[in-house]
């Protein structure tokens, strides 16, 4: 496996040390303390392995960021295959056209709307019933976060308003009920260097029991 | 981000291509359509991605399913997103209505699915795919 | 993160295990935040080993397409962007296979400078701390033979295993070792003068 230029005249090869860097494991490694030719040897891979991890930390920096059109681009491609769910049927004026919307087109349309409502994240967003049936009873069932601090129950109250709304516009559903359940509190970040304005929320513990007079004091995770 | 290298050859259904670009820019035109995509899922095209980006050969997002070659047209199939400005439903009625008024008199059956609803994204995913 | 100019998502804040539980429970929002995540290295990746942008968003596109599909097989949310890159080094192969398959492209892997440089005028400040090492570098790299480049990809950026790499490659851990090393003696070569 050894090209002729790697060999050390200690017997060693660069490539024994390549594959030392990577796996710890050399035939006598007690002979590396003392040889100079390995110690060199290992020295130069070194430099080469904080090199590399020089040009990958570039190259990333250079990808750009996250929030960038390049993954927006590259998500909005794929928001429309995730989850594309069961096919809800829509009237059609002529007979023979097949109109529908996705699932996953609604619930993503219920998860905007939570998202939007100040103070709040939404979880899961689901769709109960047989949605290909016209006129089958559906459920919403959508979780929810809410920043600490805010009424809960109000919350909840406006998104079942809101979503009651949008839904008999954007869709042709017989909805029957929309379920909200918190299932988490967040804790607000403290404003920092950077941070944006207050209203950005972390994830915090998970809120077993919410009531109206006094919600769980968050804790850190364990 | 494309290179423009030699476009493709195009050999197969110049008509069928030039038709489904048609019914694309009529679609696109109806009130509330925010985006036009592939007629077929992601996954079954995603093998043509690469060569289409470097050859810039389009593919057209329209499927269009005729009884002989060229027209008349049997068939029609589409994707779109929605803005949240319009119903969604109406707007999936109007499309199937502008294709129709297209293509008349040739008889036609319409597909139009929904696959987004009034997300502000929606542009830029359909713009980039053409870059 | 920080100096992103658009508003942060809240997702972003979440930590990886979290979102993967969740992104594998069905939730997309948390996948996406994901995706966020890790989408910049997994292009700087992909980008190395199929030396074009374009093809590299391609890449990323169906890695995380693959990943979506796969999640309930993550056993370690923390392993998650491990594991998104082991499946950007498996895709951006595949990618290079299918191209090879098509018509004869020329040699692209000779754009990757081109790219390189230009995404170096977009970002001068750190072209001028370190610019003309890492330009010597990347032609380093681009010299090499594309065996030896792909191996040394995958084990720098995409920290594969000598296993994960044979395997990716479809060749013996017994050549991963070989390639690898004679890629780092050809780069260590390149590179002494840069000390």
């Known amino acids: 496996m050894s090209t002729p230029s790697d060999a050390l005249s200690c017997g060693h ?38 090199l590399g991890n020089e040009l990958l930390d570039a190259d990333t920096a250079a990808a750009g960021s996250g929030s960038d059109d390049w993954m927006k681009t590259i998500l909005g491609n794929l928001r429309l295959e995730l989850r594309p769910g069961r096919s809800i049927p829509l009237r059609a ?68 308003q ?42 915090g513990a998970p809120a077993p029991t919410v009531g109206p007079g006094g919600p769980p004091t968050p804790q850190e995770k364990p | ?17 030039a038709l489904a670009a048609e019914l694309q820019s009529v679609i696109e035109a109806v009130a509330g359509v925010t985006a036009v995509y592939p007629a077929r899922p992601l996954w079954q095209t995603i093998a043509g991605a690469a060569r289409s980006a470097v050859t810039g050969e389009a593919r057209s997002r329209v499927d269009v399913a005729s009884s002989d070659t060229g027209r008349p047209v ?40 929904i696959v987004q609803i009034g997300s502000e994204e929606a542009a830029d995913a359909s713009g980039a795919q053409e870059m | ?21 969740r992104a594998a429970d069905g939730d997309t929002a948390a ?45 370690d949310g923390d392993a998650v962007k491990g594991w998104l890159l082991r499946i950007t080094g498996s895709r951006s192969i595949d990618h290079l296979r299918r191209r090879k398959t098509h018509a004869d492209l020329g040699d692209l892997d000779h754009r990757l400078e081109a790219g390189a440089r230009t995404a170096e005028k977009e970002h001068p400040e750190h072209a001028a701390l370190s610019g003309s090492r890492m330009d010597a570098l990347k032609a380093a790299l681009a010299a090499l033979p594309e065996e030896q480049r792909r191996c040394w990809v995958l084990r720098a950026f995409n920290d594969q295993s000598y296993e994960e790499i044979a395997q990716t490659l479809n060749i013996s851990t017994a050549s991963v070792r070989g390639r690898l090393a004679r890629a780092r003696i050809s780069l260590a070569r390149e590179m002494e003068d840069w000390r």
């Open chain 1, 13 to 50: 090869s660069l490539a024994d040390l390549s594959e030392y860097l990577d796996t710890g494991q050399i035939g006598d490694p007690g002979h590396l303390a003392e040889c100079p030719e390995c110690q060199s040897g290992l020295a130069s891979l070194r430099r080469l392995a904080a």
């Open chain 1, 93 to 160: 004026d002529t007979p023979g056209d097949v109109l529908t919307e996705t699932e996953g087109s609604v619930s993503a349309l219920i998860r905007s709307v939570a998202d939007s409502l100040p103070g709040a994240a939404a979880g899961k967003c689901r769709l109960y019933g047989d949605l290909t049936e016209p006129g089958a009873p559906i459920t919403v069932g959508v979780e929810l976060a809410v920043v600490y601090g805010h009424p809960l129950e109000q919350r909840a109250a406006t998104l079942r």
């Open chain 1, 162 to 203: 809101e979503l009651a709304t949008v839904l008999s516009r954007q869709t042709e559903l017989n909805i029957t009920a929309i379920d909200v359940t918190i299932t988490d509190v967040l804790e607000p970040r403290n404003p920092g260097p950077g941070a944006p304005a207050a209203g950005a929320p972390v994830a």
């Open chain 2, 1 to 17: 981000m494309t290179e423009p290298l030699s476009p493709g050859d195009g050999t197969h259904a110049p008509d069928a291509a």
């Open chain 2, 74 to 113: 049997t068939a029609v199939k589409v994707r779109i997103g929605v803005s949240g400005a319009h119903p969604a439903p109406h707007v999936a009625r109007a499309v199937a209505a502008a294709v129709r008024q297209h293509l008349s008199p040739h008889p036609v059956t319409v597909q139009v699915g």
């Open chain 3, 1 to 21: 993160m920080t100096d992103s100019p658009s508003a942060p998502h809240q997702l972003d804040l979440v930590p990886d295990a979290l979102l993967a539980g």
């Open chain 3, 31 to 75: 996948f996406e935040a994901l995706a966020r995540r890790h989408g910049p290295v997994m292009r700087a990746s992909a980008r190395r080993l199929t030396g074009s942008l374009a093809d590299a968003d391609d890449v990323v596109q169906e890695s995380l397409m693959q990943a979506w599909k796969q999640l309930h097989t993550l056993r």
